[in-house]
């Protein structure tokens, strides 16, 4: 399942706007309580204290704000790769025979990542017939070993 960044970067900006809101009414409130029971006046200490916990608020809303303007911009290019079952193999398909078909499905079904001994399981063929297999699609650049153990993973290229 594809995330939607766009929609998250815009709840995030939604919320940052109604932080900003309780920001401005949380000071207002604060700024009529300071004024009425203050005796110092304008040198009362609980004015710079209301002036850094805003600016402290504030900066940390405009945080928030920038995040989310910057995943509704730009968060589906940078985060939403392209999956295995997204990638069009049509015209690598047409020209694989029917085993190496069969394995190439098996790899895509396990998106894109299974051990070589799993494809063996699956499909019932040799293990030397897997590994002349797979050593055609690599050939192809369809997919990638990478040695587990005793064992390769076989990884669909992107």
Not at 7 to 21: A, N, Y
Not at 138 to 150: D, N, P, Q, V
Request: glycine residues 6%.
């Amino acid at each position: 399942m594809r995330m939607n960044y766009r929609i998250v970067g815009i709840i995030i900006v939604i919320i940052s706007l109604l932080i900003g809101f309780i920001i401005y009414s949380f000071n207002t409130a604060l700024t009529d309580i300071v004024a009425e029971s203050c005796s110092h006046g304008p040198t009362c200490p609980m004015w710079g204290t209301i002036d850094f916990q805003t600016m402290l608020s504030l900066g940390i809303m405009i945080i928030i704000l920038i995040v989310g303007i910057v995943l509704a911009i730009f968060g589906d290019k940078w985060f939403n790769k392209v999956s295995v079952k997204e990638r069009d193999f049509s015209k690598e398909i047409k020209e694989m025979n029917s085993e190496e078909k069969a394995i190439f499905d098996k790899i895509v079904e396990a998106n894109g990542s299974i051990y070589q001994s799993d494809l063996v399981t699956k499909t019932g063929l040799t293990k030397v017939k897997v590994t002349r297999i797979l050593d055609k699609l690599e050939g192809k650049a369809l997919i990638e070993r990478k040695r587990r153990g005793m064992t390769n993973v076989i990884l669909i290229k992107n």
